[in-house]
Structure formats: structure tokens, C-alpha cells
Nanobody, 121 residues
Framework: QVQLVESGGGLVQAGGSLRLSCAAS????????MGWYRQAPGKQRELVAFISSDGITNYVDSVKGRFTISRDYAKNSVDLQMNTLKPEDTAVYYC???????????????WGQGTQVTVSS
């Protein structure tokens, strides 16, 4: 099995910064894309940012220029640096990874348990 463990959420004032971290462990042959999603109360889960196996990144428009995703391939981990936070960034943030557990297996998505980010105005 594969486990994703997140850390780094919390309460911050608008304009502040937080850094989320996620580490994958377990039976891992390779990891393709890793990313962060978020879900605010009453809203659907949305993709915030992802980074591919070759380092290509993509962000939702609302966080471009404020958030930076990075990855440590040796540690199977992914971070999300969040700057200039806004109240509308408040949500539960989930780590996601597409993991291949064996050489010939298809990659499948795994999720972290979620970490709360609250931005006060």
C-alpha cells in the first residue's frame, strides 16, 4: 500500500505564508504526477497545482504568482509554498500522487488525509 502524509497547515492572517509538505511511503515503484488539491466548505475539490515526473508545473489561475510547488524525487515528497495568502484560500488541502507500485502496473491515484488551511482577514 501507499500512504501520503501531509503536514504544515494552520491558521494565518491574510498576506501571510504557509508551507505544506507531503511525503509518500509504502510500495512505490515510481510516481508520475504529484499535486495539491483543495476543497472549501460547500465547494467541489479543485486542483491547485501539480508537478510532473519531469518537473513540469501547472497552477490554477487563482494562485499563479503566489504559490510554488516543488518536489524531492529522492524522498517521494512534494511541497507547496503558499505566499500572500487570501481568505479565499481557506480550505482543506489534499496531497495527491499517481503511483505505480510495480514495474508493469498502471499508475493509480492516492490521497493524503487532508490538512486545514485557514486564512483570516
Amino acid at each position: 500500500q501507499v500512504q501520503l502524509v501531509e503536514s504544515g497547515g494552520g491558521l494565518v492572517q491574510a498576506g501571510g505564508s504557509l508551507r505544506l509538505s507531503c511525503a509518500a511511503s509504502g510500495t512505490i515503484f515510481s510516481i508520475n504526477q504529484m499535486g495539491w488539491y483543495r476543497q472549501a466548505p460547500g465547494k467541489q475539490r479543485e486542483l491547485v497545482a501539480f508537478i510532473s515526473s519531469d518537473g513540469i508545473t501547472n497552477y490554477v489561475d487563482s494562485v499563479k504568482g503566489r504559490f510554488t510547488i516543488s518536489r524531492d524525487y529522492a524522498k517521494n515528497s512534494v511541497d507547496l509554498q503558499m505566499n500572500t495568502l487570501k481568505p479565499e484560500d481557506t480550505a482543506v488541502y489534499y496531497c495527491n500522487a499517481n503511483v505505480r507500485i510495480r514495474a508493469l502496473s498502471l499508475p493509480r491515484p492516492y490521497w493524503g488525509q487532508g490538512t486545514q488551511v485557514t486564512v483570516s482577514s
